[in-house]
């Protein structure tokens, strides 16, 4: 949750005509993470937990590349971009090993 305000807040200061495409795509991609983390987690079944937080893990990879492409084109500084850095890094471990931890549980 941590990670979608930090976007909400940098994106605030994409330029006006990303509105519908980087800044959109960046939000939908932080957004989607969460969503797709307490989707798999109120699933009954293990397979279907971890197919959506192999989702949540796509929409992260996915968010870093967007941060990438916007201070490749100075959209953002490289000082917004090591501050998210850190947030998006953290994230990825952390659903790394909730990954890991869900595949050696005995659930169904």
């Known amino acids: 949750m941590k990670l979608i305000t930090e976007i909400y807040t940098l994106t605030k ?12 795509q960046t939000k939908r991609a932080a957004v ?7 989707e798999g987690l109120g699933r009954q079944y ?24 916007a201070k490749n084109i100075e959209i953002i500084d490289e000082e917004d971009f090591k501050n998210t850095e850190m947030l998006w890094q953290r994230s990825i471990q952390l659903l790394n090993g909730f990954i890991n931890y869900y595949e050696k549980t005995e659930l169904k």
């Open 46 to 69: 293990k397979k279907d937990t971890l197919q959506f937080l192999h989702i949540a893990r796509g929409s992260l990879y996915e968010l870093e590349t967007l941060l990438i492409v």
């Open 32 to 38: 989607s993470i969460a969503a797709n983390i307490a």
């Open 13 to 24: 200061a994409y330029p006006k005509e990303e509105t519908y495409a980087l800044t959109s």
